[in-house]
């Protein structure tokens, strides 16, 4: 049987408005993924703590507080320092472009914004998958 | 009357037959916003039991369907209060008083994140947040210069803070003594609403009851010492950003509202005391009639529930007043310049349906804070609907409408059935702890999004209309990056220069009323006038009570 793609779904920082990562959680869920919810208000250490525990193939953050220039830097960090630098870091919220793309030099995934399908998410964080397994 | 009935009702079922016959409707689901189905028309006898003065009465009169003053906006318009709040102190107290030179009639403080969280600006959560979503206060220091030159017994001020609320209150209060201001000549309102944090926003701190707790002495303080101010804004409109259909926020919201009744009145309070000074605060979404009908039928209930259930005896406890903003969530990414169409929408529906103060949302949330010119649209907004529609000229004028009676009478009806489910449950607490509220959100806010991406909702310039290619080309206002390092400064400082021995025995007299119950408001006071912090009050207190850690639901 093939191995069902493992999305670690989390809001980092202490914004509370989980309405989005819910919403991707449940079309990720229902896509076939196997979700884990993480929940509210971690630390990047906390976040990539469950992400080694729960052997995730994916790392997708739900910011929408300003806060992303600060989070995901960091989170990608500690993802290379503790040996998952090769899983997809992902996620979506309030980001402006440009901030996207800064992101996107340092090595974070894509970024989704608000009013994205969330098939597209869908179909990324496949087809990402599929061609690290092609390597 | 009754001949006149039977005669609508045989017309009309020849009249569908022919419309059947000869009509044919476009391929789609008519739904609202909270996927309803909607009716293609009403009359008489689909509200045939109807009783105008039963279930409407006049403006100003019980049961307050049509609203809450005689004539409503001809006796004085509502207030048009933008939420503002972003950076340091002095960058919010200049938007301030730009807001109040451009006419805008309230204050209404958005703060930060940390400071939501009751958290310090020094704290190391905070990182990145400082100043970002709103105004960062850490201290009574921040407090004077946000306030800086802002007559407060002129201006009435809306504080958007729940789980830390008291204490900044407390801090308000203090500053206003500073300017020499009695505290019976301060208005505005707290948000102050604990529960739909649980259920929604998710800005809570302690458990549940640690937190009533915290609010009744609140309305306990205010009702003996601040007697125009509001103890809570009731909020439905975060219960509906976070997914909610409008039945959901109307009942939810109002069981809160009973909720913090019965929790006074356990402690003794007399509902006639302190029901006047609870207000709500609702959202507009996109539907113009489900809201509208949704605003009628929270008066109606909550005059019914006070009067009936309750107790009350004065006329002001019966009344609903409310404050709306429209609605953040139906804001698109895509072409931000259609937000505009939509707020103008939205708050026809909240004047339409009797709103005692307004925000419009700013074109390019999706984006980032608002910049100034966007702020500027949405505040014009309101003007233009004000003094250009003639909205405002009359009251409640779909009142009687067929339609919008059997919808008010539908979303009552539904308010009515969940307030049946949440008792069943144990009350408004015990359905938080087993996360009922949260999944019932979750699964109406995954609905919405299916419906959009089954392209059953149509969003223009989302998944209809769209534009290729689109570059957004609207200014957006940008958080300078010193803004923390200041704060941080600041306090640090702070922190310094103050009288430690007086903090340390203000916050031990605070951790003592915690432990044996009397009201906190006091010491609250006690703890700003000593520059004691946001983050250390809080830590005490998170000692005495615990942490809240939710049900995961999704």
Known sequence: ?135 | MNKDMERVKKRRSEWEIKKNAQAKDRDIKFITVSSEPVELMATPDTIEDFNYLRDLGFPGAYPYTRGIHYNMYRGKLWTMRQFAGFGSPEDSNKRYHYLLKKGQTGLSIAFDLPTLMGRDADDELSEGEVGVCGVSVSSLRDMEILLDGIPLDKVSTSMTINSPSAILLAFYITVAEKQGISLNKLRGTIQNDILKEYIAQKEYIFPPTESMRIVVDIMEFCTKYISQWNTISISGYHIREAGSTAAQELAFTLANGFAYVKAALERGLATDDFAPRLSFFFNAHNDLFEEIAKYRAARRIWARHMKEKYGAKNERSLLLRFHTQTAGCSLTAQQPQNNIVRVAYQALAAILGGTQSLHTNSMDETHALPSEKAVKIALRTQQILAYETGVSHTVDPLGGSYFIENLTNKIEEKAEAYFAKIEELGGVIAAIEKGYFQSEIARAAYQYQKEIENKERIIVGVNEFTDEDEIIDIPLLEIKKEVEQRQVERLQKLRKSRDSKKVETALLALGKAADSGTNLMPEFINCAKSYATLGEMINVLKEKFGEYVEPVEF
């Open chain 1, 1 to 135: 049987m093939e191995r069902k793609i493992r999305v670690l779904v989390a809001k980092p920082g202490l914004d509370g408005h989980d309405r989005g990562a819910k919403v991707v959680a449940a079309a990720m869920r229902d896509a076939g993924f196997e979700v884990i919810y993480a929940g509210l208000r971690l630390t990047p250490e906390m976040i990539i703590e469950m992400a080694i525990q729960e052997d995730v193939d994916v790392i997708a953050l739900s910011i929408l507080s300003g806060a992303h220039m600060t989070i995901f830097p960091k989170v990608l960090k500690l993802m290379q320092e503790n040996g998952i630098g090769d899983k997809l870091l992902t996620g979506g919220g309030i980001i402006p472009a440009e901030d996207i793309e800064k992101l996107s030099v340092l090595g974070v995934g894509k970024l989704f914004g608000p009013g994205t399908p969330t098939r597209d998410a869908i179909e990324y964080i496949k087809s990402w998958v599929a061609k690290r397994e092609k390597k």
